[in-house]
């Protein structure tokens, strides 16, 4: 009897062994502590242990969520997590590279980065949380405030139109967008494992309510009673223009569920540098005789 | 016999005058001489005038030289174009096209009789002897060797090399158009021979720029990230991590803009892989909050910034010097970000190189301040032998360490072990945000107080590193010269000229720009009464920063202008030579009057 094909099972992990001692600053009932449970969530499910993990932020309510868990993270400047995030990711692709931040920091002042990490096609996950306001700086307009949106740099009322994210990653061409919100904890989480799992760059945006300066009907309570799963709308996630449909709805209709999912992932950058590093590394001059490339004769 | 020869070419933008320089400086590499190869073009982006210099001599050579001794011009419009670029001299020697009409004394130059002229049916001789006129510049290339004994069989081999893969005809075509050019001179030999004195250095020799030089040296030092946008003139720099790092296992990364591009390098540090970016001054400006991230993270990083002329775009194809208050002053809060400069091709390597020691070490940004200059001129360089050359690399957390792990722990000399991102028990936030010793943000004065100190602490061992300083000259010499980047190249020359006139003067070049090493100024400036800091900006900004750190010597001046005007050896001797006679009128001591 054979005694050594057993194979060690790996130890499983839950959702406390991705908290960290830290104490979240956010304000008692802010959408982002939903946000923050299914991180832990679907970290748990997938299972690989927290240094393995890098958990990189922008400025912002939201960035400050890396600090809250014990993954490496980076609570870096504002709008630029994805450029860091590429970073790491390329330099360690073995890495598990999670990236957040708020609607202002992806939309707004970091807004610049997102297609092109798209278009990249980098295996990372990036949840937005989108509260519609600057909460950090007490209450100012965002990116993806409603027009018309009263607030202390708008007091008479925005006079632009929001941004769509929905639409903004879809029509970049990302290959996995989905919608979560706190007020389905179960389905956050799960949309946001599926996010993790996907081979490429996968977009999330949580739409996170700020209790301080939202308004009554973006609150947990108001969400509940008018979030649509997609799926209760028949919504075939491979279907991209029914997806650019649906995603028109963004501030009018709360969904939530995968919005699109390319069926067949295409290559991710990861994989044809590594492709690209392989076909070369046989014509590598060692490091230490690199100036041979200079030599005259 | 010559032993230094300066040569400058200026042409139509088909007309290949770039592409002969390069035959040129190869030959001269072969043939044991060394030479630097200057190029400049005119604004559009193809075709236009284009011009290069090609300074060889026996001796090492430290800048492209001033007045020409050889000027070639296929036609006149454009060479006038590059006017101070290619200055003519009652000894230079005119040769031009003469299908360009003009009569030999009659040439459009003002203010000067070059000492001979000649008028050679360039183009004629191009589609006798090569049935095209494609073959000016060999015809050129053969009158060079003809008068001035360049390297005959190594022009020939190395246009045999260059045409093999074309056709047989091709190279046959290019031998008779040499040929051609080779018999014109001897059988028109110069009032005065200026054939250069041959050498006997022989082998390998190195034909670079500082850009290439600059990525070279950082794949050496074990730099397998490079992001970047791409920007003149620090471009070339990419080009190369774009073709090279691959086969490293390394990662190139052309960024949607400046931003990124260093964004992308200091996730890639963080993730515990050596990185650097590469820019100019534009995209330095755009770089600088995520520098400051660099600090206070304290990741290490190394930012390559070739100098151009600004502010904003400036002339992004010339040379200056005045990046240096942004690179020691541009970031917010109190920061000392190590700057270095490179002065020539060769030391590009060593500077970078030790830019990433010191990156790693320390866990900081590091700024090459570079030169369009250094960066882009062509440069024979004496093999480097890179086994005495020591890489530096970061310091990791051991197993003891990691046990109660605190990524910003508090040490003596301020620099904490540093983990990266997969490896177990090191996980910490690193963060823009201010932090305690294990990374947790705070908003405690007292604590931001201490990491501040801690984080400018660390750096000081930089301050003695006398290493990163070049002095020549004698000790006691009451007369100084301080110089950096490409023009410490001329001082050093200006040095000689200055010796041989009998002024008592030393030079301080220094390679660390900041932090400022105040003790090796003052041991330096001990028994300095006059003297000049040589810089090309309009504000002499590395006079200006010594003066905040240091006592500077009352007799040492400013000698400084814009860019895009190169210093010439000769003006900064003399400009010395005025400082000596006013220390002589000053103290009466007749040592410091110079030789008339």
């Not at chain 2, 072969?30 to 400049?40: F, L, N, P, Q, V």
């Not at chain 2, 020939?156 to 046959?172: D, I, N, P």
């Not at chain 2, 034909?207 to 040296?217: Q, S, V, Y």
């Not at chain 2, 400018?456 to 301080?482: C, M, N, Q, S, Y």
Request: glycine residues 10%; proline residues 7%.
């Amino acid at each position: 009897m054979s005694t050594a094909t057993i194979p060690v099972p790996p130890p499983t992990l839950t959702p406390k062994d991705f908290k960290s001692d830290l104490k979240p600053i956010w304000c008692p009932g802010c959408g982002d502590f939903g946000v923050l449970q299914a991180v832990y969530r679907a970290l748990s499910a997938i299972g690989r242990p927290p240094h393995e993990i890098a958990f990189v932020s922008g400025i912002g309510c939201s960035s400050r969520i890396p600090g809250y868990t014990t993954a490496y993270g980076f609570n870096s400047v504002h709008g630029r997590a994805l450029p860091i995030a590429q970073g790491i990711k390329l330099a360690n692709p073995d890495l598990l590279v999670l990236v957040a931040g708020g609607d202002g920091d992806g939309f707004s002042i970091g807004g610049g980065h997102v297609p092109h990490a798209i278009r990249r096609n980098i295996d990372l996950t990036y949840l937005v949380m989108d509260n519609q306001i600057y909460g950090l700086t007490k209450g100012q307009l965002s990116p993806t405030s409603a027009k018309g949106t009263k607030t202390v740099t708008s007091s008479l009322g925005s006079l632009e139109n929001p941004v769509n994210p929905l639409l903004y990653v879809l029509s970049y061409g990302a290959p996995f967008v989905a919608q979560g919100t706190p007020a389905d904890l179960p389905g956050l989480a799960a949309v946001v494992e599926e996010a993790i799992r996907y081979p490429g760059f996968a977009f999330v945006n949580v739409q996170s309510p700020c209790v301080t300066y939202g308004e009554e009907h973006q609150q947990i309570k108001a969400q509940k009673q008018r979030l649509t799963p997609l799926a209760s709308v028949g919504h075939d996630p491979s279907d991209m223009l029914q997806a650019l449909t649906l995603a028109q709805a963004y501030g009018t209709m709360l969904y939530t569920g995968v919005l699109y999912r390319n069926p067949d992932p295409p290559p991710t950058f990861g994989a044809l540098v590594r492709e690209r590093q392989q076909a070369l590394a046989a014509g590598a001059v060692p490091r230490e005789r690199i100036l041979d490339l200079f030599v005259q004769r | 016999m010559t032993r230094d020869l300066v040569i400058g070419m200026a042409g139509s933008g088909g007309d290949g005058i770039v592409s002969a320089g390069e035959s040129l400086i190869a030959a001269c590499a072969s043939e044991g001489y060394h030479a630097i190869m200057t190029k400049s073009f005119g604004s559009q982006i193809r075709g236009g005038e284009s011009s290069c210099r090609v300074r060889l001599a026996i001796d090492p050579v430290l800048n492209p030289g001033g007045a020409l001794d050889v000027a070639v011009a296929l036609n006149w419009d454009d060479f006038l174009k590059f006017g101070a670029e290619l200055p003519v001299a009652g000894t230079t020697v005119v040769i031009y096209d003469a299908n360009t009409g003009v009569a030999p004394d009659a040439l459009p130059l003002v203010g000067v009789a070059p000492h001979e002229v000649f008028a050679v049916p360039i183009e004629e001789m191009a589609r006798r002897s090569a049935k095209t006129d494609k073959a000016k510049n060999t015809i050129v290339l053969g009158l060079l060797a003809g008068w001035f004994g360049i390297g005959r069989a190594a022009i020939l081999a190395g246009m045999r090399k260059k045409f093999a893969k074309k056709s047989a005809e091709l190279v046959a075509a290019n031998e008779r158009a040499f040929q051609a050019g080779v018999e014109f001179a001897e059988a028109h030999p110069l009032a005065t021979p200026r054939t250069m004195e041959k050498t006997t250095r022989r082998g390998a020799r190195l034909l670079t720029d500082g850009n290439d030089m600059c990525a070279a040296a950082a794949v050496f030092a074990g730099c397998d990230f490079f992001s970047g946008y791409p920007i003149t003139p620090s471009t070339e720099v990419m080009q190369f991590f774009t073709r090279e790092t691959w086969k490293y296992g390394g990662v190139a990364l052309q960024c949607e803009d400046e931003i990124a591009g260093v964004g992308a390098a200091l996730g890639a540090s963080f993730a515990g892989k050596k990185a650097m970016t590469a820019t100019s001054g534009p995209g330095m400006a755009l770089k600088t909050e995520i520098l400051s991230l660099a600090s206070i993270a304290e990741l290490p990083l190394v930012v390559l910034n070739v100098q151009r002329g600004g502010p904003s775009t400036g002339i992004p194809t010339k040379s200056e010097q005045a990046d240096l208050f942004q690179a020691v002053f541009s970031s917010h809060g109190d920061v000392v970000r190590p700057v270095l400069a490179p002065t020539t091709v060769a030391d590009t390597f060593t500077t970078t190189v030790e830019a990433f020691n010191v990156a790693e070490q320390y866990q900081t940004p590091v700024v090459i301040l570079s030169d369009q200059e250094i960066a882009q001129r062509k440069e024979i360089v004496d093999p480097i032998d890179t086994s005495q050359v020591r890489v530096v690399e970061r310091r990791r957390p051991r197993a003891d360490e990691l046990e109660h792990y605190a990524r910003f722990r508090m040490t003596d000399g301020g620099v904490s072990p540093i983990s990266h991102p997969g490896m177990p028990g090191g996980t910490y936030l690193a963060a823009g945000i201010e932090h305690n010793e294990h990374g947790d943000p705070t908003a405690s004065g007292l604590v931001h107080a201490r990491m501040n100190e801690k984080r400018i602490r660390k750096l000081d061992p930089l301050r003695t590193r006398a290493d990163l300083f070049h002095v020549e000259g004698d000790d006691a010499a009451p007369l100084a010269l301080v110089s950096w980047g490409s023009s410490a190249g001329v001082c050093r020359e200006a040095l000689q000229l200055a010796r041989a006139d009998g002024l008592r003067v030393k030079l301080l070049v220094p390679y660390l720009l900041f932090p400022v090493a105040e003790e090796i100024y003052a041991r330096f400036f001990h028994s300095v009464q006059a003297g000049l800091v040589v810089e090309q900006s309009h504000l002499g900004q590395l006079y200006r920063v010594l003066r905040m750190f240091l006592d500077v010597p009352s007799g040492v001046q400013s000698f400084c202008r814009s860019g895009a005007n190169p210093f010439q050896p000769a003006e900064v001797a003399a400009a010395l030579r005025d400082a000596a006679r006013a220390l002589h009128r000053r103290t009466g001591d007749a040592r410091h009057q110079p030789q008339e």
